[in-house]
């Protein structure tokens, strides 16, 4: 079991779900030489007062989107530093995907090293919008110019577990991410005190045994 730290407490989450990531501070991100690659995506969310059914709450709506290679992420991706600083390469793409929407070094959030043999920095951004706000993001997603090729729609992220424990963020955290963008999804949640750690191990417990079982069916049984 991995142990993922976040101030002074930890979510245990299973090596197979999500890679550890090595979190630096932007300074150390911005010293790294020239054979390091720059990611910049944003988490754009709204506190949403409604209830699921008229019973479960929704606490907050957060988006992601479709790419289209099948994969969830958040809106973003690579920046060329030789031509542009990180928030205005970040705005170049968000222009494409999501229409007029522009963010700030205020709105930075995080850093992290991913694993593998590409060496790549992943820089997170979040910004809180009303939920007006956010649903005017959505309808200009739809009229932006990668609407339907790299990006195949916005959706809001379940943060809310159903009876069953499964349905809901659950299933939500059983579907394909790309890259980082599971590991930056909770992570986010914990440090912006949008979901309490008991809830997001207990969400990815529940993903994690329900993929297990899923995988059991598809295997032959050992004789």
Not at 65 to 74: A, I
Request: proline residues 4%; hydrophobic residues 45%.
């Amino acid at each position: 079991m991995l142990i993922w730290a976040v101030g002074l407490e930890h979510i245990k989450m299973s090596t197979t779900t999500v890679p550890e990531l090595k979190q630096i501070s932007r300074e150390e991100a911005m010293r790294l030489g020239p054979g390091w690659s720059h990611s910049c995506h944003a988490m754009l969310y709204a506190a949403n007062p409604g209830q699921l059914f008229g019973r479960i709450p929704m606490r907050f709506s957060v988006l992601m989107q479709m790419r289209f290679d099948g994969l969830l992420g958040f809106p973003g991706g690579f920046v060329d530093r030789r031509f542009w600083s990180l928030e205005d390469g970040l705005n170049r793409v968000l222009g494409l995907g999501l229409g007029g929407l522009r963010l700030t070094e205020a709105d930075y959030l995080s850093s992290h090293l991913t694993e593998g043999p590409h060496r790549v920095v992943a820089h997170l951004y979040a910004r809180q919008l009303t939920l007006e706000q956010l649903h005017a993001v959505e309808i200009s997603a739809v009229h932006s110019r990668d609407h339907g090729l790299e990006v195949l729609g916005l959706v809001r992220v379940p943060l809310y577990t159903q009876k069953d424990r499964v349905g809901g963020f659950p299933n939500f955290l059983s579907n394909a991410f790309v890259s980082t963008a599971k590991y930056q999804l909770l992570f986010a949640l914990k440090v912006l005190n949008m979901m309490p750690s008991e809830k997001l191990a207990e969400a990815l417990a529940s993903a994690t045994e329900k993929q297990k079982k899923a995988l059991e069916k598809l295997l032959p049984a050992s004789s």
